[in-house]
């Protein structure tokens, strides 16, 4: 399977941009960040990650799967 665990993506508009709009920053970014995004898998449980403990060996207890999460962040400087 191929798990993709963590991503971010980033731009930061240059200054020369930002005085050409006639905004008043000396810095703008922006960001988006993404936990857990997709799980490519041909497996038909929960998540193919499973446990592997001595008493139940490979064995899915159709637990939840992991929670996906998305941050967007925008940072200016004056």
């Known amino acids: ?5 963590h991503m971010t993506l ?4 240059r200054k020369a ?3 050409k709009w006639g905004v008043p920053l000396s810095r703008c970014a922006l960001s988006f960040t993404a936990y857990n995004p997709f799980v490519i898998t041909k497996y ?3 998540d193919p990650d499973i ?5 139940n060996p490979a064995q899915d207890n159709g637990r939840l799967p992991r929670t996906k999460n998305y941050t967007f962040s925008l940072t200016v400087d004056f």
């Open 1 to 5: 399977y191929l798990r993709c665990g």
């Open 17 to 19: 941009m930002l005085k």
């Open 10 to 13: 980033s731009y930061t508009i």
């Open 44 to 46: 038909t449980g929960v």
């Open 51 to 55: 446990s592997a403990s001595t008493y």
